[in-house]
């Protein structure tokens, strides 16, 4: 009998590398999607993956506790992962209380269909290091400190504390991986690390003279996604649920992940980068670095995939993003 698998997200960057990873173990796998105006487009990581015929997709919202019954009910997964949020930091300062509803209700939302209608499931919610914020500690571990500097930040935290409460007062097998920075040539053109390989890929191509950024002296622990989803896998098939901070244990600025970037294409950092004051937010998390011993001496876990790597990687994408655009048109 397959397992069946139900992940909300998972036309995001992490659904899309869980649900590989899961159809790849022989999982029966169903993803929760929100309707919108973006049809034929929405499931393009899924299409890039080479997947998207072998989902199944639910129409669904984690603000719809209505819609999250029905697809628990019809579905009765044996594993649920929580990847759906309103994600980028940035735009949580113009859209606090949408961030708080998806990113914080939402999962309480998913939660207690869990609970009523799916109790012995196994499930994951997708918690981040943004909820350290300002940092407590040199390294940030399991037992560090919470101080969320962004409303997507706070809103993390409230799903978090509800998963682990959740896990106390009724029992469930619910697990919260604490994930730092993770990208991919999947991630979103408005991250960092997307934008910029994205704009290096343009500058080279002649298409861009400039890429312009805000505080390039922040530091973050970057990993690349398609590692970070088998931490989730393998939370869920540990005995006991418990939470684990996944993480490279490498710290890093934004400069040097820029320079990855440009040296890969052969191109001169200086001649190029441009900072702008408006891209600084209004609270910045000036430093992440994660400690993943925990993970590791639990169930082996650790990062695979360098950041150099992961770097030269999404840039080698954008370029054939790019070329094949331009011979397109």
């Known amino acids: ?141 399991e037992s560090t400190p919470f101080y969320p500097r962004s409303p997507y930040g706070v809103a993390k935290l409230y799903a978090h504390w509800m998963t682990i409460n959740y896990r106390e007062s009724f029992g469930l097998h619910a697990s919260n991986g604490i994930l ?22 343009r500058i080279k191509l002649g298409l861009a003279k400039e890429l312009r950024l805000g505080n390039i002296d922040a530091k973050r622990d970057w990993g690349h996604a398609r590692d970070y989803v088998k931490a989730m896998w393998i939370m869920l098939q540990q005995d006991a649920p418990d939470d684990y901070v996944v993480a490279t244990g490498r710290t890093t600025t934004v400069r040097s992940m820029c320079e990855i970037a440009f040296q890969h294409v052969g191109l001169n950092i200086d001649e190029h980068l441009v900072i702008d004051p408006e891209l600084f937010r209004p609270a910045e998390v000036d430093v992440l670095l994660g400690d993943p011993s925990k993970a590791k001496s639990a169930f082996g876990w650790e990062a695979e995939t360098t950041l150099e790597a992961m770097i030269q990687e999404m840039v080698e994408a954008d370029l054939a993003r790019l070329r094949d655009t331009k011979a397109a048109g």
Not at 66 to 93: G, K, M
Not at 180 to 201: I, M, Y
Request: hydrophobic share 40%; charged share 20%.
């Open 1 to 141: 009998m397959k397992k069946r698998a139900l992940i909300t997200g998972i036309t995001g960057q992490d659904g899309a590398y869980l649900a590989k990873l899961l159809l790849d173990k022989g999982y029966d796998v169903h993803g929760v999607v929100r309707r919108s105006s973006h049809a034929g487009v929405f499931d393009h990581r899924l299409k890039w993956l080479g997947v998207s015929n072998d989902v199944t997709l639910h129409d669904g919202n984690l603000l719809d506790l209505s819609s999250l019954a029905r697809i628990v009910q019809d579905v009765q997964p044996d594993e649920v992962y929580n990847l759906a949020a309103q994600s980028f930091v940035t735009a949580s300062w113009q859209q606090p209380v949408l961030t708080g509803h998806i990113t914080g209700l939402g999962a309480v939302n998913l939660l207690e269909c869990v609970r009523t209608l799916r109790p012995q499931a196994r499930y994951y919610q997708a918690s981040s290091s943004e909820m350290f914020g300002l940092i407590q500690e040199t390294v940030q571990s």
């Open 180 to 201: 730092f920075n993770h990208e991919s040539p999947l991630r979103g053109v408005e991250f960092v690390t997307r934008k910029v390989t994205d704009g290096v890929a």
